[in-house]
């Protein structure tokens, strides 16, 4: 093994522990547990509500528990007859992560999975017409954007369009989805500067791990109910490659048949200090803070690990949320229509 990579691997003495936490969340149960427990609006859940929500037997639910408590993932609190259990808050942050990066690649292996999409089709014409197509794209909106230098323009679209190839399983609709980023990019950076034209309207930005779910159906909802009347944005801290399939019908449903289809997008600096509004759902520390700015953290439940009902629920919790914000950010009160 060549000496840089011995360097950069870790060492045994981090390895045989973290094997072992790994070993403690590898089974279903103490998955789904390790879930609710850390999307739990409190914090914490007792052990009667977990045996409840997994369906076994409270003896087993014990055994899980206890599990994940030796591993140091879990720690308990008596109050009364009940139990509840947190994550450990050297491992809150960890654990959070792990659930959500792998939760559109269990999308991906589970059953639900579509091994006849090719993963990345095409080849050296294929990538010389991509790059062709960016090109053009970046000559279209030095154009729209007369009032941002050329470099900038060009670097963005660039940037946008390599950003969201890092994720795509099927290409060929990248350079699409990579104009309409980098305006939304554009726009951010003309607001920034001060070079927005017209009545500035409030923006919020709304920010998950995956940006397939819950960011997602926020973004919509608030759509839905503000219009154009409020700036919407929507990204992810590590973004998914597809909306989860269990949300993409709720935003149909939300959206409607014309609307342009929504796509997970990464984060951007750009982005925060555009916003009036930052709301976060799961992505912690990884969203940057910057001064001005109005930041909420929601904690929801994640779609892609829950049934169809679960998802509607956790909609439905979105929804009373955003519909709330929408009319502290209109000034007017918001109705139920979906």
Not at 90 to 116: I, N
Not at 126 to 141: P, Q, S, T, V
Not at 151 to 158: A, P
Request: net charge negative.
């Amino acid at each position: 093994m060549a000496t840089g990579a011995r360097e950069r691997a870790i060492g045994s003495g981090v390895a045989e522990p973290l094997a072992e936490a790994l070993r403690a969340i590898g089974d279903p149960t103490r998955l789904r547990v390790l879930s609710a427990i850390a999307t739990a609006d409190a914090g914490e859940v007792s052990a009667g509500e977990l045996a409840a929500m997994t369906e076994v037997t409270a003896p087993t639910v014990s055994h899980h528990l206890r599990v994940l408590k030796e591993a140091g993932l879990l720690i308990s609190d008596r109050r009364a007859s009940a139990v509840y259990y947190r994550l450990a808050a050297d491992v809150q942050h960890a654990v959070t992560v792990l659930l959500e990066a792998f939760a559109p690649v269990a999308v991906r292996l589970g059953p639900r999975s579509r091994p006849d999409v090719p993963e990345r089709p095409g080849g050296i014409d294929a990538l010389r017409h991509a790059d062709e197509l960016i090109d053009r794209i970046g000559e279209k909106l030095v154009e729209r954007y007369g009032d941002l230098t050329r470099d900038v323009v060009v670097r963005t679209v660039r940037e946008s369009y390599t950003a969201l190839l890092r994720t795509a399983r099927v290409t060929r609709y990248v350079p699409v989805l990579a104009e309409r980023f980098a305006k939304q990019r554009l726009d951010d950076l003309r607001r920034v500067e001060g070079q927005s034209a017209g009545v500035r309207k409030p923006q919020v930005l709304f920010v998950c791990v995956a940006n397939a779910g819950r960011s997602q159906l926020a973004a919509a909802l608030l759509r839905h109910y503000a219009g154009d009347a409020v700036v919407i944005r929507s990204a992810g801290s590590h973004p998914a490659d597809e909306i989860h399939p269990t949300v993409q019908p709720l935003l149909d449903e939300i959206l409607g048949p014309d609307a342009e289809p929504p796509f997970p997008k990464p984060l951007t600096d750009d982005a925060v200090r555009a916003a009036d509004v930052v709301i976060t759902m799961g992505c912690g520390d990884v969203c940057p803070v910057f001064p001005g700015k109005r930041y909420e953290d929601w904690a929801l439940g994640d779609p892609a690990l829950a049934s169809p009902e679960g998802v509607r629920a956790i909609r439905d919790d979105i929804d009373a949320r955003v519909r709330a914000l929408a009319a502290e950010l209109l000034d007017q009160p918001i109705s139920t229509d979906i």
